[in-house]
Nanobody
Framework: QVQLMESGGGSVQAGGSLRLSCVAS????????MAWFRQAPGKEREGVAA????????YFADSVKGRFTISRNNRKNTADLQMDNLKPEDTATYYC???????????????????WGQGTQVTVSS
């Protein structure tokens, strides 16, 4: 069973940057889609970014396009989320998620994913 652990959260002022990292343990995950989600207080969890295995195709929520990037390192079993030009509305708990790739998946949909990390808090002050 895949286990995921996030790190790198913290507090930053608007316009700043943070880099989140997700480490996966368990069976080889080179065939898994890796994604980042976030959930702000009182709001539903939403997809932020996803990266496919093999092709490395990436998907981003409109709200973060041009500011966030996602990458993966299959040797280290990691998936990172680089967040630049952060805004107060980016404040949330960020979760790493994984699922075995299948054709036609909806990669920013919470229901798609099987494995989840515990989350890491990101707070952006104005």
């Amino acid at each position: 069973q895949v286990q995921l652990m996030e790190s790198g959260g913290g507090s930053v002022q608007a316009g700043g940057s943070l880099r989140l990292s997700c480490v996966a343990s368990g069976p080889p995950w080179s065939d898994d889609v890796m994604a980042w989600f976030r959930q702000a207080p009182g709001k539903e969890r939403e997809g932020v970014a996803a990266i496919l295995p093999g092709s490395g195709s990436k998907y981003f929520a409109d709200s973060v396009k041009g500011r966030f990037t996602i990458s993966r390192n299959n040797r280290k079993n990691t998936a990172d989320l680089q967040m630049d030009n952060l805004k107060p509305e980016d404040t949330a708990t960020y979760y790493c998620a994984a699922v075995r790739y299948r054709f036609g998946g909806s990669w920013l949909n919470t229901e798609t994913y099987e494995y989840w990390g515990q989350g890491t808090q990101v707070t952006v002050s104005s």
